[in-house]
């Protein structure tokens, strides 16, 4: 019963930080500088993450599908089943859980020693709203910054696709890229594109609030860590599922 | 200046202060002392309005701070300073970032008036030409100077120290001490939270002391030491044997030199 009524609470206080970062929202100007840090650090540290996860998940999908596309000898649709795989599913998915290990980490143990040493504190005895001060800034990079590294991690993984296809299956390298650009329809663009807002907001937001209850010291501030990652990772996975239905059975 | 009237807290079940009433008057600065647990932090965070008391009003200049609406609240908030038992340093900005963080006008500041007001707060916590430096690279002792300069750029007109000499060593303490007379001068009230005697007796022209969450005693050093309350005897007994020592030994002085 207490477990459940820390749900109700925890969901309650999430909800507190989703109004204070919206009314906030217009602040944005006075952490323009955070902001600007921040999304260099999402950018630059996990860009080398994102074109390893795309890659591999593109050549590792090529490999699957090519052989059991071979059964039917219809090798010449790993194109169309990569580039959709990567488009719609996996760019967004895999870059968004590698995201949520990266920034959820480090958003969460950031503001959590901050909250440690009473810097959240000083912040509001001084007057400033800490969620305007410190998430608005992270999601704010994070809605910025998740849709190019999907882009990257969407196009290493069609290049890495194709890599495989013309090793193993002998597929023309010109003709593989150009079947799997000419298969992606505005429908598969659209979802692949629009998932990594949902995503990142739901990352900054999640590690930050993990980040900003945290209590009990080191210990504390390490089991808050765990949290942030595991609760960003599960929502990425059930919002991709929401997506997904959504989208096979409305658009 | 503030008065708090009936302020009680509690944690669940826990108890940690109840019915505290004392005023905090202009330009007097009031020391609250007390062992370890009894609630001095709490107290304080009360005051900075980052715990809401479960009952009891707090009145800042005459008005309810409950009451106030939201404009008028922000007003009182920006002439109340706070000196972290932590200092709470922002760890990832250098010193003079750290000072001028709560500077209310920054945004409208060239560069050049940022850093006249950084070099004047500096100095008058002697901290000449540290500016560049972060806070893993300070002492305590310079960490807690730059935790007051930090309030002070704020321009309150209350400044609540949370055992501010706690871990220092006697010339440490001695300056910080010396700072707080300082902001006397300039017309600062100071609420100093301490368990440290020495601190007591230099700086308290109020002292409040307090166990278990209640107060047991208010008033001046001379009050305290000639209290009849058992707790307060216990507290100040260093103070009151010192006291004896000093006084026996003007009269063997006085002995001597008949
Ligand atoms: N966040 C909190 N949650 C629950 N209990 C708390 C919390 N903060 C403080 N307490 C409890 O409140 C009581 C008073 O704490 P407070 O920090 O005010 O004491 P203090 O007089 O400042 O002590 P010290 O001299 O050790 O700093 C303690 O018993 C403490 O355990
Ligand atoms: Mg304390």
């Known amino acids: ?251 | 200046m503030v008065e708090l009237k009936n302020i009680s807290l509690s944690f669940g079940e826990k108890l940690i202060l109840e019915n505290v009433s004392f005023t905090i008057e202009n330009n007097l600065t009031t020391v609250i002392v007390g062992p370890s647990g009894a609630g001095k932090s709490s107290i304080l965070k009360i005051i900075a309005g980052l715990w809401r008391p479960d009952s009891g009003e707090i009145f800042f200049n005459g008005k309810d701070i409950f009451k106030m609406c939201e404009s008028e609240y922000q007003t009182m908030r920006k002439k109340i300073g706070i000196v972290f038992q932590s200092n709470a340093l922002f760890d990832s900005l250098s010193v003079t970032e750290n000072i001028l963080y709560f500077l209310p006008e920054r945004k409208s500041l060239t560069d050049h008036e940022l850093k006249e007001i950084s070099e004047r707060l500096l100095n008058f916590v002697n901290m000449d030409g540290t500016g560049d430096l972060y806070p893993e690279e300070l002492s305590g002792g310079m960490k807690k100077r730059i935790a007051i300069a930090r309030a002070l750029a704020f321009n309150p007109k209350l400044i609540l120290f949370d055992e501010p000499t706690t871990g220092l060593d006697p010339l440490n303490s001695a300056s910080i001490i010396e700072l707080i007379e300082k902001l006397k001068e300039s017309g600062t009230t100071s609420v100093v939270v301490s368990h440290i005697l020495n601190d007591v007796v230099e700086l308290g022209e109020q002292i409040i002391v307090i166990n278990d969450g209640s107060i047991v005693e208010s008033g001046r050093i001379e009050k305290l030491i000639t209290s009849e309350d058992p707790f307060v005897n216990k507290f100040f007994y260093r103070l009151i044997k010192h006291d004896r020592i000093m006084k026996s030994s003007y009269n063997m002085y006085e002995l001597v030199n008949v």
Not at chain 1, 39 to 45: A, E, R, T
Not at chain 1, 87 to 112: C, F, H, Q
Not at chain 1, 176 to 198: E, H, I, R, S, Y
């Open chain 1, 1 to 251: 019963m207490t477990a459940f009524r820390n749900l109700i609470y925890d969901f309650e206080e999430f909800g507190l930080i989703i109004r204070d970062l919206l009314s906030g929202i217009k602040t944005i100007r006075d952490s323009w500088d955070e902001t600007l840090t921040e999304m260099y650090l999402i950018g630059s540290k996990a860009l080398p993450l994102v074109l390893l996860g795309g890659l591999f998940s593109g050549v590792i999908l090529a490999i699957e599908t090519g052989h059991q596309l071979k059964i039917f000898g219809a090798t010449s649709l790993i194109s169309r089943t990569v580039s959709l795989g990567m488009v719609r599913e996996l760019g967004p998915v895999v870059t968004g859980l590698l995201l949520a290990a990266r920034t959820g980490a480090k958003n969460s143990s950031e503001i959590g020693a901050m909250k440690l040493s009473d810097q959240i504190d000083a912040l509001t005895a001084f007057g400033f709203n800490p969620v305007h001060k410190l998430v608005l800034p992270r999601t704010v990079a994070a809605l910025i910054m998740f849709l190019p590294l999907t882009l990257i991690a969407d196009i290493t993984g069609i290049f890495g696709g194709m890599l495989i296809a013309y090793q193993t299956f002998q597929i023309e390298l010109a003709w593989f890229w150009d079947t799997a650009v000419n298969a992606l329809k505005m429908k598969d663009l659209f979802v692949g594109f629009a998932k990594p807002f949902f995503f990142g907001f739901f990352i900054s937001t999640i590690s930050c609030y993990f980040g900003l209850r945290t209590k009990g010291g080191t210990t504390g501030l390490g089991k808050n860590t765990i949290n942030a990652v595991v609760y960003s990772s599960i929502v990425i996975l059930i919002l991709d599922f929401i997506f997904t239905k959504i989208v096979w059975e409305v658009l």
